[in-house]
């Protein structure tokens, strides 16, 4: 099919604010009397702050609220450009423990122009460097003035912002609490803010030294993995497992109960092949079975949410199906009382009544972001594997529970929404991991798009060829969210992207590997052992302690499995294969249009960037918020942008009142054969209604144009690339062809394209 | 009949039969007959039913009681590995031993019964004729051979007529598992008059009737009701279930159609069951196969189905159609799908619901017909 040739028009497209490149209108340095009178600055518990051992000993502000209910404040006069798009840049020390929401206003008034720090930050961002945080300035507020008085000002905050929190237990006090200190402002035109020579940097990251060995621990494996692994067994056995409830310690409860077939099987545990055990696994089941029957059969009541733990059930058994047939307890009398009275059934029959009703209870709601089908599709398959090990008539087999896998793993279409299903049938399938290789959301997803460990479960648990290849696809992809980083005791490490995330963004998000248990699943793949060999060469093995930390994610499992795991995959020889994000590794361009994300490298710039973002459209229009972060070797930036965009009209769009004034949006034209995009309770819209066809982005040296349109859709569709004045000389950084960006220039369906002005 | 798991028929020659708009059908544009020989189809999973409905055959199983995976329809499946199994006395209030009984079409002289039982053990059983409702009369009373003697004739009583056969066991002394692999009615042809054994396929109806026992009256017990997935006469495309896949065979074709407006599909089906496949499952929707990248890959559930209405008492005083009848199955081909072509490529999918997130457990409903036409037809 061949692509349709769009050119922009003013009559086919709509086109958002073209960026013009100016320098920068205000520089401030906060703590330089001349600099700040000329300013005007007004600092409210703001005091100055300067520290031989912080910022390089530069002072700054820290807005410092003097009480829980009031904020600490510091206003500011601003020259801006009146046509264009302006923004603020402020710099912020690295390496600050502080890190709480610092709201932008107009200061005369109330006016509310955004958070400059939503994130979620767990820890020092970027030790010993600054940080440059970049803002747009709504343009509404500065279109047709050259100058306003913005004020920044603490903003409430939850006071266990970062913690884990049940979502049964109550939300967080917000508070005003201190922020982080405020070093420089700077008010500019390009979303690229050059820092002026005059600001000092910290030194280049170099990754620190491996994480040292435990006193009197020369083998990791065969110590601290092994003790960790037999603490874990011996409060697995310890464990009250013959319990059931509905509360959130289920989750424990199943989760031992999952791990004791492990002790079981395993040679080392020294439980092996032991009876006692297998009596106990077989009482814990037969306690869920009989409260499921006592509750009327309904496993809805069984367990809070309940995405998990009839599957975990299910495992437990599935792994223990050929011993309790040895033992003959499948086809023993099973007394089972029921509100109709009692039954005696076969202990094969009533486990097979518990498991068919928990598939077909849960199979009704799969959910539908990506990490949420996946655990509810695992659930699904571990209960049809136990139904085909009890030989029960009602099992699907193999290939048909395997499907539900496939959807969750976007090999099929996502048929657990009425508007996913409605939008495959009109030829626009819903998947849920992207034809790149991410999930799919609103956007790029951080902590819940990393899901290696239990994509390769599910290929332990199917052997199915095809879960292996997505599983593969999928940690490469991850790979390239990889970033060479050191952690609070300065020890080398691999970090994770969270910055762009759509949901529960953490900046900086955690130390992640994706490693030992991928390469011991997925043998032979580079990249999975290229993680383990640098998990192990960072010594990150080293950090474990000796007793497994008992959170609310703990299961007994991991210890046991890594153990095992680590034995496998540590004598592997040294995979040539290098990450891109590694020292040393040449210029690429990777991207995902589904997501609207592009991750590129130049040189020492390593660039993290998605077209949309959380925003008030919420996916559900073209969103108003682009964010990227820059890594240098001196110093980090996290940009927000105002993305450029262009689709063809649709006639839809949705408005958003912003304190600042209304914002209206397009959406994008529905699949054919639908009038809208399908909206469901609460608040469920397919986010594609929200991605544009058509990205472009001038930043600084850069130039991306990303189409997101996929190629054998109705979006199919080629998009051009307007002319950039002057530019007749850029480089395209992922092939090294020279194009004159003087004239617009046509970017085929599914391509992105960066590009270095030379 | 003809029957086979896996079909590929090779697409012959032109894509359809067009029939135009002639004077005496004006609406229909073209139609196809995929059970027929040499139709322009191309299937796979699929198999082609034909055949005439037999004079005499089995409507009905029940029994007792029963074990899961041992349901008393297995006594016709034509398999001696699987059986009707029950372990210990039946439920009360029956007071004798376990039961199955097989329910014929109409009333007939039966000379003998053969049984296949369950085990090595020796059986004393009864046989029962059922002459009318709720009156049973012993017909014959022995004991088996046992061993595993495969089939074994036992005689009725001359001039036995009944329309239901009952066999009965006296219970083991251990509660051991008792029960039957194969029964078989002498004078029922085998296996067209056990559809449950000419089809694997063929459909069970779990209707859940009162039983009486000694004019007591027992909850319920569930009837297993075969099928005949074909219509009596013509040849019919099905498309099957498949262990191997989420989803059913298919078949493809190309048909006419008329450019630039709405067509419609209408596909003539025999429906073995009492239900619309629509609520039931294991139904045919229409993709597309060809045209641009709006007009392909979309797929159509029925608009709506024309269910032919027969139907039938049951015995709990409500009716339901009657299992076996002709349903046409409308879909709706849009405009813009449709486009300024004058042939389109279509495929018949086998889903397990219309939600598509269920595998396809059983053969769809048999196509006899497809046609296309500007409005849904009748024909």
Known sequence: ???????????????????????????????????????????????????????????????????????????????????????LTIRIWGSDTTWTPVNLLLDQGSINLGNLWWHVTREPPVPGRFLYRTFPIPIEVTRGKTSLRLRLETAVAPQTIGAFRNADQPPPKLLYRPSFALYGLHVHTDSWFEPPASDRQGPPFVWGPPAPKPAGYPDIAGQRLLERARVDIDRALKYNVANSRYDTGHRHDTRVLETLPLIYHSEWSGHFQDRALAEKIRDAIDVHVRRQAAQGGDPGTMFYRGWGSHGRIAHAFSQMGEVFDKFGWLDQPFELKTAAGTKILSRRQVYGDFFHAAFEWRRLDRRSWTNQPIYVSHTLYSLQKALRALRDSRALTQAQSVGYVYEALGIRPLHSRPGAIDAAAAGYPYRLITRAGLTREKGYVDAYGELTYTLVRLVEDTADPQVRAIAEKFLHTRSVFRVPTNDTAGNAALRGIGAMSWRNTTFPFRIAYSGIEEASILDG?????????????????????????RGPHWSPDNSIRLYQQYLKVKDLPATGHRLPAEPGQPDFVWSDPENGVFVFRHGENLVYGSFFNLDAFSGHAVGDRGIYQLIRPESERLVEFPPEFALPESGLSITVKYPFGERTRPQTPPPPGMKVWAKEPPDWLDHRAGRAYFYHLQTGPYVIAMNTTETGTYRESTWTLPAIPGVTRARDLATGEIVDLSKPLAIPAYTTRVFVRE | MRLSNILALALIGHSSLVIGHSADNSAVTAAIHPGEPGAPVAAQNADILSGRHPDLYVISTRASAYQRGHEPHLVIDGDASTDW???????????????????????????SIEVQWLGDARYDYRVYKMPRDDFRDVVREGTSAGGDAGLEKIQLAPDTFTQVVRVEFATAKDNAPQGIRELRVNGVPYPAGYPQAADKFAAIENARRILYVEFERMPYVTHFE????????????????????????????????????????????????????????????????????????????????????????DWNGSTRPRAGRWVYAHYRLPADVVGERREIKLRLQGVGNVRRDYPMRSPSPTVYAITSAIEPLIR
Do not use: C
């Open chain 2, 226 to 313: 075969p099928k005949l997935p074909y219509a009596d006469g013509g040849s019919g495309l099905r498309l099957l279930p498949r262990d191997d896949a989420f989803e059913g065979g298919h078949a493809d074709f190309s048909i006419a159609v008329v450019p630039g407006r709405e067509n419609w599909i209408t596909l003539k089906l025999w429906d073995g069951h009492d239900s619309s496949m629509m609520t039931r499952g294991n139904l045919i929707v229409v993709e597309t196969l060809d045209g641009d990248v709006r007009q392909r890959d979309r797929w159509l559930l029925p608009a709506y189905l024309t269910d032919q209405q027969e139907q039938a008492q």
């Open chain 2, 85 to 111: 199994r029950v372990s210990g006395p039946p439920p009360a209030p029956m007071a004798r031993g376990n039961w199955v009984e097989i329910e014929l079409s109409r009333p007939a002289v039966i000379e």
């Open chain 1, 1 to 87: 099919m061949p692509s349709i040739l769009r050119v922009l028009s003013a009559a086919a497209l709509l086109l958002f604010p073209s960026i013009s490149r100016a320098a920068t209108l205000t520089s401030v340095t906060l703590g330089n009397e001349n600099s700040e009178q000329a300013a005007g600055i007004v600092a409210v518990t703001a005091p100055i702050e300067q520290k031989p051992d912080i910022a390089l000993g530069e002072p700054g502000r820290r807005l410092v609220p003097a009480s829980e209910n009031s904020p600490a404040s510091l206003a500011f006069d601003a020259k801006v450009d009146p046509a264009a798009q302006n923004y």
């Open chain 1, 525 to 549: 793949d580079p990249v999975a052992l290229r993680l383990a060999q640098l998990e192990i060469a960072h010594g990150r093995l080293n950090l474990l302690t000796p007793e497994p930390e």
